[in-house]
């Protein structure tokens, strides 16, 4: 069987793990990573500018300079390698960059990337059949590329598979707000966040209370005289520091002031949009028939296998994860297509599937642009993947802590990040006590 060329958009974690195990098999793939930063580490590379970088390129992270993860390192790793036993639990955004740059180096994947490439397009090989990855066929995909330091001149190569890994936390969600255009104060979005002394002595509305709009009130309130959470949830169970206020959602703004959605109303300074982000793949030709609308891509199979070109595959959109877990479980189930370890179902099939899916959260009162946030259903979803492609499930454990964290989270959201853990075993886990 000839070496498959298989390309990966992106060095984030996601891409960084779809290099390593397709390496692994060096007699069926040979892995080429396109990425547009010179290193790895996608959005966990911190930057202190925002707007656009020296070579006229969006900024894509949306690090803030105080980020510590909202999940312990013990459920965050990569499974076979876990991050330094010394570091606390929750960590800061330079020690996940570390981390990945650690996880590159030892799996040798670092010669499989050309950094500083920009993907310009991406399209189907052969117009007219669905690529399939066979010993038969040709390669499936034309993959046309730059350098950023000459963007001028472009390359254009063919390649059997494609795995997109480009994240989805650079393209801003911002909501139209009636009267923003008569506020005189400032309305940034929190991809554009990085330091809270930026907001020192003034009143700050963050709409948005996911978990990024929950730890960004936080952090910003250690600054600013006043913060309103705003958002649209049942009021969050948790204690918040004295100058945090939650409100409804926002009614309208006036030239000096916020009413929210209960009538109250409050001169504020600044709004901070803590309102999530687009799913943005600029490099899919319209014949590549992937479509966006209202945060559902469609037509995917198990959120992750393109339905109508089943050798491309989108890791890591999915949403309320334990993320590098998953990652690596999308990864080897899509290499498990790939190889011909798992078959497909039929077009017919997975659009069935896709579907059930897609009306099961409708049916829970969910809109569509949640139909790839998971929570509770990753770990199904996780194990559905496993058994299907026959790959080691992920540890009990995780989702136990997971779990645990979640309801300490609830309860606490100020200081639930001193606490840390220990796995014990497979299943089990133990509480070391808080950082003082």
């Not at 009413?259 to 319209?286: A, M, N, Q, W």
């Not at 309320?320 to 189930?333: D, G, N, S």
């Not at 309801?407 to 070391?432: G, P, Q």
Request: some cysteine; glycine content about 6%; overall charge neutral.
């Amino acid at each position: 069987m000839a070496v498959k060329r298989v390309a990966v958009i992106g060095a984030g974690a996601a891409g960084l793990c779809a290099v390593r195990h397709l390496k692994a098999r060096p007699d069926l793939f040979e892995p080429v990573c396109f990425e547009l930063n010179s290193r790895v580490g996608g959005t966990w590379i911190y930057n202190d500018k925002t707007g656009l970088d020296e070579h006229g390129i969006p900024i894509q992270s949306s690090m803030y300079k105080n980020l510590r993860t909202n999940l312990p390192k013990e459920v965050m790793a990569f499974p076979q390698f876990p991050f330094k036993k010394s570091l606390p639990s929750f960590i800061r955004h330079e020690d996940v960059l570390a981390y990945l740059e650690s996880y590159a180096e030892h799996y040798d994947v670092y010669k499989h990337i050309k950094f500083n490439h920009m993907v310009q397009n991406v399209t189907p090989a052969m117009k007219t059949t669905p690529p399939v990855v066979s010993k038969n066929t040709e390669d499936g995909w034309k993959v046309t590329y730059c350098d950023v330091r000459k963007q001028d001149v472009s390359y254009t190569e063919e390649f059997a598979a494609i795995f997109v890994c480009n994240g989805h936390y650079a393209v801003p969600l911002s909501p139209v707000i009636d009267g923003q255009d008569k506020f005189r104060g400032r309305i940034i979005h929190s991809h554009n966040y990085r330091h809270s002394v930026d907001f020192t002595a003034q009143r700050v509305v963050c709409l948005g209370a996911a978990a990024s709009g929950q730890d960004i009130a936080i952090d910003v309130a250690h600054s600013a005289y006043m913060v309103y959470l705003s958002h649209n949830k049942a009021p969050l169970q948790t204690f918040l520091p004295q100058n945090v206020e939650q409100h409804s959602g926002i009614q309208r703004l006036t030239e000096k002031s916020v009413i929210f959605k209960s009538g109250e109303e409050r001169e504020i300074d600044v709004l901070l949009l803590c309102t999530g982000y687009h799913f943005h793949f600029p490099f899919l030709t319209g014949e590549c028939q992937v479509d966006t609308t209202d945060e559902r891509i469609t037509p995917l199979y198990k959120h992750l296998i393109h339905i109508d070109f089943p050798t491309m595959a989108f890791v890591g959109i999915l949403k309320t994860i334990c993320p590098f877990p998953l990652f690596e479980m999308q990864v080897k189930f899509f290499v498990a297509t790939l190889d011909g370890t798992f078959k497909l179902p039929s077009k017919e099939k997975m659009l069935e599937d896709t579907e059930i899916d897609f009306k099961t959260r409708q049916e829970q009162g969910l809109p569509r642009r949640y139909a790839h946030t998971m929570g509770t259903r990753q770990w199904s979803y996780n194990d559905e993947l496993a058994d299907l492609a026959n790959i080691e499930r992920i540890p009990k454990v995780v989702q136990n802590l997971y779990d645990g964290v979640h309801v300490m989270r609830v309860k606490d959201i100020a200081n639930y990040k001193k606490i840390n853990y220990e796995l014990i075993d497979s299943e089990t886990y133990k509480e070391l006590g808080a950082e003082t």
